[in-house]
């Protein structure tokens, strides 16, 4: 059985983990458990529901949900390494795995598989990933992860008066909030540098396509920055925001694993803006598969 402890980031890198650790369960059939993902859980069909297709996957690492807190203590690294280290005095030892920074841990690996399906596994970090089976399992991992009806419903309705409006139909995430701090502000861009990145999308559209730019954004904007342009705001919800993006023609934004999420689930062409500089092809649109 392996259960993940860890609550790293928000949504998107919640979503790949979990996905990632599925797709390698579903391969491989052993029981998995992810109360990281708990607060996320009411809205998406599996987690809202239980029903994981069949697959032994739980949110609950325990019988009950409270006793979950307990995972609490070892949220940060220091204090999990302090249970890894308590663990070598167990007659039967539990594996308590960590993953190191900028390195995938390859969950295909045979000895992570035997305790996966003969023992127990606690998994502390983002970097765990089933690389060779992920895409392999991806309209499984687009069924578990449909948002609930209420969601969908909303999301239907915004793109089909969207598509009513336009021919192609660009979703740009457009991150403020906490990109502010993130990687020193590297990536916390300016209303005109999405307006120029946008119109050079424009450009490269055939002439007489109607071009219609949804922006999903986690602060107001001012639409007045992106004179010229056909723009209309999502519904602000971070779930609706998300599918809309995965419902769209191309997605355009920051380096982040929403837009990522948004690029595998939708199989909607994606670009990074890696720099406020950065020229736009629309040949440098690729669907996002984390191979």
């Not at 009411?42 to 949900?65: C, I, K, M, Q, Y």
């Not at 992920?134 to 915004?158: D, K, M, N, S």
């Not at 999308?201 to 004179?227: I, K, T």
Request: net charge neutral; proline share 4%.
């Amino acid at each position: 059985m392996v259960i993940l402890v860890k609550r790293t980031g928000q949504l998107g890198n919640r979503l790949f983990l979990f996905a990632h650790f599925l797709a390698n369960a579903a391969e491989y059939g052993y029981e998995l458990a992810n109360p990281s993902f708990g607060g996320y859980a009411p809205f998406f069909e599996a987690t809202a529901t239980g029903n994981f297709g069949g697959l032994p996957v739980r949110l609950h690492a325990f019988r009950s949900a409270r006793l979950d807190r307990v995972l609490d203590l070892v949220q940060h690294p220091r204090a999990f390494g302090l249970l890894q280290r308590a663990s070598r005095l167990l007659p039967r030892r539990p594996a308590l795995l960590t993953d190191q920074p900028d390195q995938d841990y390859d969950l295909n690996q045979a000895d992570y598989l035997t305790a996966a399906r003969s023992g127990l596994v606690l998994a502390h970090g983002w970097q765990f990933r089933d690389k060779r089976n992920f895409a392999r399992h991806g309209a499984l991992l687009r069924r578990l992860f449909a948002p609930i009806e209420t969601h969908r419903r909303a999301v239907a309705e915004l793109l089909s008066g969207l598509r009513e409006q336009a021919d192609v139909v660009v979703g740009v995430h457009i991150r403020r909030g906490d990109y502010a701090t993130y990687n020193n502000g590297a990536y916390f861009y300016d209303n005109a540098t999405y307006a120029r990145a946008m119109r050079q999308v424009q450009e490269q559209l055939p002439a007489g396509q109607r071009v219609l730019f949804l922006l999903c954004s986690n602060e107001a904007l001012d639409f007045a920055d992106f004179g010229g342009l056909h723009v209309q705001a999502a519904t602000g919800h971070f779930v609706e925001d998300l599918y809309a993006l995965a419902a769209c023609d191309y997605v355009l934004g920051p380096p982040s694993s929403y837009s990522m999420w948004a690029s595998f689930y939708g199989q909607v062409p994606l670009l990074h803006l890696e720099q406020a500089g950065q020229p736009v092809s629309l040949s440098a649109f690729q669907v996002f598969l984390d191979q």
